[in-house]
């Protein structure tokens, strides 16, 4: 198994305003040096075999899409998770920035054509005060929209447990031959107890999104802690930091394009 390790370079991590100064001031020289990696519409497929069992599942992994109208990169986002035919799909949270595209969003979430088991990210709380349309989407699709609950996936192979926020519960013994979880914030990983995971997904960093060679990203929000993007070893078992699909504080990509991950566990 491949794990991405952790960087201990020895500098301070800059704050959002000076973020913003130097992504815009950079942007110019970006755009020249790789029109390419800034393209955020970009879609890689990251893949993980992390199966030990004799009957696997396989699930894909999404987060972070705040959507905002984008019609067209939406669709290729079904059209790549379709391919893969998972048995689920894990959504770690952010669907929206503001309640305008919800419906849209929401769309998606329907479209994909599998089951699809979600928990909110921080923009979701800003933009929603209830989350009824969100259970009502979810569950549409024979998933469900998790908030501090669990639930077997359709064959009983799998626990799937949502948290919502920093919430990080002693977990109960497992109920089947595995369990899942979704958190938004990756930091929470190290605050878990109780029975060991056989995977944590987590977004909310976007991988940096601006990931510059040698010193990695140039910003990473509260919550991420040192698991800025790809897999981990934690004492919660092995941690998934998916880099997103939209885009935060500043609408640009650099050496981190937008992700769907395909894990088979």
């Avoid at 500098?11 to 001031?25: D, E, G, H, I, K």
């Avoid at 929603?128 to 259970?135: K, L, P, V």
């Avoid at 549409?140 to 920093?166: C, P, Y």
Wanted: with cysteine; glycine share 8%.
């Amino acid at each position: 198994m491949s794990v991405e390790q952790q960087s201990h370079l020895k500098w301070n991590p800059m704050s959002r305003r000076r973020f913003l100064t130097l992504a815009l001031a950079a942007a110019p020289t970006i755009s020249l040096a790789s029109t390419v990696a800034l393209d955020q519409n970009r879609l890689r497929v990251s893949r993980f075999d992390l199966h030990v069992s004799t009957a696997p599942c396989k699930l894909v992994q999404i987060s972070d899409l705040h959507h905002r109208g984008d019609t067209s990169f939406a669709d290729s986002i079904i059209k790549a998770i379709r391919i893969e035919q998972p048995d689920f799909v894990c959504f770690s949270g952010d669907l929206v920035d503001t309640s305008d595209h919800l419906a849209e969003a929401l769309e998606v979430i329907r479209a994909i054509g599998f089951p699809v088991f979600g928990i909110p990210g921080n923009h979701d709380h800003f933009s929603s005060n209830t989350f009824c349309r969100h259970n009502r989407a979810f569950e549409s699709t024979r998933g469900a929209w998790l908030m501090n609950q669990s639930i077997l996936s359709h064959d009983k192979s799998t626990e799937i447990v949502g948290l919502d926020g920093f919430y990080s519960p002693s977990l109960d013994p497992l109920r089947t031959m595995r369990r899942i979880i979704l958190t938004h914030f990756p930091a929470v990983a190290d605050r878990l107890s109780g029975t060991k995971s056989s995977l944590v997904l987590a977004g909310h960093s976007h991988g940096g999104q601006i990931r510059m060679p040698i010193i990695g990203p140039l910003y990473l929000p509260y919550g991420v802690g040192v698991y800025d993007h790809g897999l981990f070893k934690t004492k919660s078992g092995p941690l998934h930091v998916s880099a997103g699909l939209g885009t935060s504080t500043v609408n640009v990509r650099f050496n981190c394009p937008p992700e769907i991950t395909v894990i088979e566990i």
